[in-house]
Every structure is written in C-alpha cells, then in structure tokens.
C-alpha cells in the first residue's frame, strides 16, 4: 500500500482545512487508517483513526469535536476535516494503515510522506 496525503497549508486560527490521503493498492476491510501529526521537536503522535470496514472513529482529545476522519471507500482515499483551527494544531500531518485499531504509530506499518498544516495566530 503507498498513500499520498494532501492538502495542508496555512491557515488563520479558527479556520478550517481539509487533508487528504490517498491509498493505491488493496485495503482490508479489516484496516485501519490514522492521522498522526509530528510538531518540531516533538514526537508523532495520533490524531484520528478509522476502521476501513466499518466505519468506527476514534479521535485524541485535544482534537475531539474539532477535526473528523471519514473514508470514500469508491476512491480508496481518507480525510480529516479540521475546523477550528489553533496554533497548537501546527505539525505535519501523516497518514497511516495498519491492521490494528490503535493510537500508536508503531502499529501502523505504512505512511504517507507528510503534509504541513500551519495555523497562524
């Protein structure tokens, strides 16, 4: 599986943006596909998650009621729409498929090659 991610940018807080990741190749029914952000100097860590099959959403706190993760299964892509933006959402954004329902990067053995968010003050 390679995955492409797209759309980041730079964006006033309080605005919105809309990331996509595109995968090529077959994803399971029973994959799981993330969003995990890395700010510099910090580690990766998860954002959003979403069983490929069924649909089922997890989400970190500090992003919970703000961003949303869904998945077009016609067009093998994943998204996450972040509104509200903040300052402290500023990161590069990477996607993820892995075959566990996880919030650790180390469970997700393929990733996209990142797209930079930036949210000014």
């Known amino acids: 599986v390679q995955l492409q991610a797209c759309g980041g940018g730079l964006v006033q807080a309080g605005g919105s943006l809309r990331l996509s990741c595109a995968a090529s190749?077959?994803?399971?029914?029973?994959?799981?596909m993330g969003w995990f952000r890395q700010a510099p100097g910090k580690e990766r860590e998860f954002v959003a998650r979403?069983?490929?099959?069924?649909?089922?959403?997890s989400y970190a706190n500090s992003v919970k009621g703000r961003f949303t993760i869904s998945r077009d299964k016609a067009k093998n892509t994943v998204f996450l729409q972040m509104n509200s933006l903040k300052p402290e959402d500023t990161a590069v954004y990477y996607c993820g498929a892995g075959s566990h329902a996880s919030s650790s990067s180390t469970q997700y053995g393929y990733w996209g090659q990142g797209t930079l968010v930036t949210v000014s003050s």
């Open positions: 979403i069983r490929w099959g069924v649909g089922i959403t």
């Open positions: 190749g077959r994803i399971f029914s029973s994959s799981v």
